[in-house]
C-alpha cells in the first residue's frame, strides 16, 4: 500500500531528529514533492482513488508535509465514514487484527509494553489512516513517571524544541503516560482503554503534523501555510479540522472497534483558549456536542 505517493522505495526513507535527513535522496524527493508545481500548485491537492474491486484507496499524490491541513481532515473525516458502508480492504484486515489483538490480552498482561502500542498503532493506522502512518511513528512510555498529561506527540514541525527525542528513521514519536500506579486504573481494561484513546488522539496530531504543510523550511509560500494551519489546526493543534476528524472517529469507533473512543476534544477544544471559543458559532459548537464554553454535552 502507498503510504508515501506509492512510488519512493521504503528502503530509502530517512529521517534523523524527525527531519529527512538533509541532502539525502530521500529529502530531495519531498522537497520535489512539495515545491511541484510551484506556488500555485502548493499545497498539493490530495488525489484519491477508490478502488472498487479491492475495496481499497490509492493516492496518487501523498506527499509529507506538502498539504492543505482542510483537505487531510476532510479524507480522514471521509474513512471513518466507511463505517456506514463497504469498509476498505485495510479497515477490514485493522478490525479483524484488533479483535484478535483484545483476545490476546489477559489480566496479567503488561499493558506498559512498546512493542504492543506500536502493534495497536499500526492497527489504528490500517483502520483510521488507511495505512498512511505505518512506519512513520514510533511509540513509547513516557520514562517520567509524573506527567499532568495522558501523552504527547513530538513532530519537528509541531514541536521543535523536543525534536531530540524523535527516534532515527522515524518522523514523530508518540509518548503514552503510564497509569499502572495510577489508583484509577488498577483494572487493566480501563488502563487499555485510556491508552488506546490516547493513542488515537495523538496519532490525529501526528497525521496532521507529518502531511500537512505548517509553512517549514521547503514550503514556497510559507506565509499562507503557516496562517492557514494555525487558522485549521491551532497553536494547541486542537481547532477545526481537528475537532472534525476525532468527531468523526469518535463517532467511527463503536463500528470499527466494538467500543467507544473518547478522544478528549472538549477539554482539547479549551486549550486553544476562551477567544476562540467565542469565535465559533453556536451551530459549530452543537454539531461537536458542546455547550457554549465548549463543555461536552454527555448524551
Ligand atoms: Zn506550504
Ligand atoms: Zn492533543
Keep these: 500500500m502507498s503510504h508515501l505517493s506509492g512510488k519512493f522505495p521504503f528502503n530509502k526513507v530517512g529521517f534523523h531528529h524527525g527531519y529527512p535527513v538533509p541532502d539525502s535522496e530521500f529529502h530531495t524527493w519531498i522537497m520535489q514533492q512539495v515545491k511541484v508545481g510551484?506556488?500555485?500548485?502548493?499545497?498539493?491537492n490530495i488525489d484519491v482513488d477508490f478502488e472498487l474491486s479491492d475495496s481499497s484507496l490509492h493516492f496518487q499524490r501523498l506527499a509529507l508535509y506538502g498539504h492543505n491541513p482542510l483537505h487531510m481532515s476532510r479524507m480522514l473525516q471521509s474513512i471513518a465514514r466507511r463505517r456506514d458502508r463497504n469498509l476498505l480492504k485495510?479497515?477490514?484486515e485493522g478490525i479483524a487484527r484488533f479483535e484478535h489483538l483484545k483476545s490476546r490480552i489477559t489480566y496479567d498482561t503488561v499493558l506498559e509494553d512498546g512493542s504492543l502500542m506500536n502493534e495497536i498503532y499500526d492497527i489504528f493506522s490500517e483502520i483510521f489512516f488507511n495505512g498512511t502512518l505505518r512506519y512513520l511513528c514510533k511509540v513509547e512510555f513516557d520514562p517520567e513517571e509524573l506527567s499532568r498529561c495522558w501523552g504527547y506527540c513530538i513532530s519537528p514541525h509541531?514541536?521543535?524544541?523536543g525534536r531530540q527525542y524523535i527516534p532515527d528513521n522515524v518522523a514523530s514519536l508518540i509518548r503514552?503516560?503510564?497509569?499502572g500506579q495510577n489508583p484509577n486504573f488498577q483494572d487493566p481494561t480501563k488502563r487499555l482503554r485510556q491508552y488506546t484513546d490516547t493513542l488515537l488522539h495523538e496519532m490525529l496530531h501526528a497525521f496532521l503534523g507529518i502531511y500537512t504543510c505548517m509553512g517549514g523550511a521547503d514550503c514556497p509560500s510559507k506565509i499562507a501555510c503557516e496562517?492557514?494551519?494555525k487558522e485549521a489546526i491551532g497553536f494547541s493543534g486542537h481547532r477545526g479540522?481537528?475537532?472534525e476528524a476525532a468527531l468523526e472517529m469518535e463517532i467511527a469507533a463503536p463500528a470499527f472497534l466494538g467500543q467507544e473512543f473518547y478522544m478528549n476534544r472538549d477539554a482539547s477544544l479549551r486549550e486553544e483558549g476562551e477567544e476562540y471559543i467565542a469565535s465559533l458559532s453556536r451551530e459549530t459548537l452543537d454539531d461537536w456536542g458542546f455547550d457554549e464554553y465548549g463543555r461536552e454535552i454527555r448524551k
Design 90 to 92: 485495510s479497515q477490514q
Design 158 to 161: 509541531n514541536d521543535p524544541s
Design 227 to 229: 496562517e492557514r494551519f
Design 38 to 44: 510551484g506556488p500555485d500548485g502548493h499545497p498539493l
Design 176 to 179: 503514552l503516560h503510564k497509569l
Design 241 to 243: 479540522q481537528w475537532q
